[in-house]
């Protein structure tokens, strides 16, 4: 018997929202070429590249993936609170700064945690890493001040959604700040509901709200939280211009999960950032749209309708229609270095998906004479990949944790010479 066109539809509808678990269920697809100008013309140097394909590929990105990248805000101020040289028993300088984005003090700022190795001669090279819990959950240093803003329960030591004293430190197995600074680099840490809350309701109210007007609608292509999110990772790269102790030129930007989807926006917007590492981050990060494999375009902009901008929805249950796909965004990173890294149960963000955007953002780094993913299959949990663009799969859920962290501080080391 024929489908009638109504149960026809339905089923697209169902379809275009039930998550693929496997691999057999994948379907078809063919990735946009990043090496390919909108014209059809082969992008065969490294100018071609710089001067026309990249431009295009990031209009392509801010048109229909995560809106407009928001301007340089007219009042940067840095007000630091805090100056410790000998925290942590004297193995690093802790600096809290409020980084201002207007001449007043009660508009919205970002408040930066910074722990800089005091074992190191001249500048340390930097980890930015954008948190969920706030600067007080990545330590239990006293010294760290308690974020006074909105933040959601989840057990994290937050009741009446603020934090409390029982948060500092909740966050600590996500951040070994020790071992960071051991390796003799430094850390840059803020709050992400700084820069924009983390709810459909309220998340204009903060960086965005300089920008619209929060009494319209947004835009086709204006930003969402992942576009302020992205932003604020610039300003604190500003500070850390500003900070002598810190090498603003050898600075890692990273994020988890929604975080590593905006680190890699930040490093693709940003070209300051040395590397641009995603952490586990999945659909609208670094896991290939056109696989459909976990959770999927609708399923994204359904569940979480503030992260993207609105022209996203148009490629509900359409990504083949996208122009882009994920592989570009990694190879926005280039000649920079790019990190992806997933886990082996975190089937959501599709880690497979994940290594293959690596591997295709590979023609962009050749070309520009940088080595792409050293290896042409999914390797083994626990063994990493180290190019110009590195990978690693870890046994295990979704988390960041020190197993991680040593992969990146090794990369790092790699690529910096060290
Ligand atoms: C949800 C969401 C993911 C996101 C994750 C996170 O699972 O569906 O896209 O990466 O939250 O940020 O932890």
Known sequence: MSMTPLAAIAGAIWLSFTPIYDEDEVPEYTLPDPLVTEGGEPVTSPELWRETRRPEIVALFEEHVYGRWLPDPEHLRFEVVDDEPEALDGAAT??????????????????????????????????????????????????????????????????DNRATDASRGSRAANVPVEMILERGYGLATFYYGDAALDDADRYREYVLSLFQDVDEERGPDDAGAIGAWAWALSRALDYLETDADADDERTAVLGHSR?????????????????????????????????????????INDSFPHWFCHNFREYNGREDALPVDQHMLIALAAPRAAYVASATEDLWADPRGEFLAAYHAGPVFDLLGESPLPVDDMPEPGVAAHGTV?????????????????????????????
């Open 259 to 299: 975080l590593g989807k905006t680190s890699l926006w930040a490093g693709a917007m940003d070209e300051r950032f040395a590397i641009v590492i995603s952490h586990n981050s999945g659909c609208g990060g670094a896991a290939l749209s056109r696989r459909r494999f976990g959770e999927r375009v609708s399923r």
């Open 390 to 418: 590195g990978f690693h799969l870890r046994d295990g859920g979704h988390a960041i944790l020190e197993e991680d962290w040593a992969h990146y501080l090794d990369f790092a080391d790699m690529h910096y010479g060290r």
């Open 94 to 159: 802790r600096r809290q700064v409020v980084i201002h984005f207007t001449e007043e003090d009660d508009r919205p700022s970002v408040e930066l945690l910074v722990y800089l190795p005091n074992d190191v001669e001249g500048p340390a090279p930097m980890f930015l890493y954008l948190s969920f819990w706030g600067n007080h959950s990545v330590h239990e240093d006293p010294g760290i001040r308690l974020s006074q803003r909105w933040m959601r329960g989840h057990g994290q030591g937050v009741e």
